[in-house]
Antibody, heavy 113, light 107 residues
């Protein structure tokens, strides 16, 4: 069974940093691109970033480019999202996603003073 | 980016009803489409992938069809646990893009 388990969310002040993790199991991690998708409170879904199976290609939404960094450790079956210079508008639940319809349970990031 | 347009944005239905939700892509996406259900405060739950393939463990009351630009999700015999918001999502091209959601409410 495919499982994606996020962690690392929390309350952070504007301008602060946070690193999210996503532990994957139940599939061959090294075969798949993985994504981060976020959902602000009461809002729709927004794609944030993606990374190729071997980590060689990364892409970002314009709103996070230059502030967020996606990475993965294929030895640990873990996906990461390093978030720097956080803003209030980054407040959202962040999901680790495999595009064919597999989602984690999400981790809440709240940016507030 | 590929735009995903879902309709209706909300609907009211009764227990036992059959409902149909549509999703239109702004360009052809072959069958690279997922339907998922989301309840308040919960993570999305995938129902269908590849436009018409049921995810493991999802009851057969859910079905999907379509290819190219036009897709439908049909739910037969609506039950209380089916009242939720439903989204479509394309994975033909990055970025992943999503429909605006269809909220299915109890009449």
């Amino acid at each position: 069974e495919v499982q994606l388990v996020e962690s690392g969310g929390g309350l952070v002040q504007p301008g602060g940093s946070l690193r999210l993790s996503c532990a994957a199991s139940g599939f061959t991690f090294t075969n798949y691109w993985l994504h981060w998708v976020r959902q602000a409170p009461g809002k729709g879904l927004m794609w944030v970033s993606r990374i190729k199976s071997d980590g060689s290609i990364t892409n970002y939404a314009d709103s996070v480019k230059g502030r967020f960094t996606i990475s993965r450790d294929n030895a640990k079956n873990t996906l990461y999202l390093q978030m720097n210079s956080l803003r209030a508008e980054d407040t959202a639940v962040y999901y680790c996603v495999r595009a064919e319809g597999y989602w984690g349970q999400g981790t809440l990031v709240t940016v507030s003073s | 980016d590929i735009q995903m347009t879902q309709s209706p944005s909300s609907l009211s239905a009764s227990v036992g009803d059959r409902v149909t939700i549509t999703c239109r892509a702004s360009q052809g996406i072959n069958n690279y489409l997922v339907w998922f259900q989301q309840k308040p405060g919960k993570a999305p739950k995938s129902l269908i992938y590849a436009a018409s393939t049921l995810q493991s463990g999802v009851p057969s009351k859910f079905s999907g069809s379509g290819s190219g630009t036009d897709f439908t999700l049909t739910i037969t015999s609506l039950q209380p646990e089916d009242f939720a918001t439903y989204y479509c999502q394309q994975y033909y091209n990055y970025p992943l893009t999503f429909g605006g959601g269809t909220k299915v409410e109890i009449k």
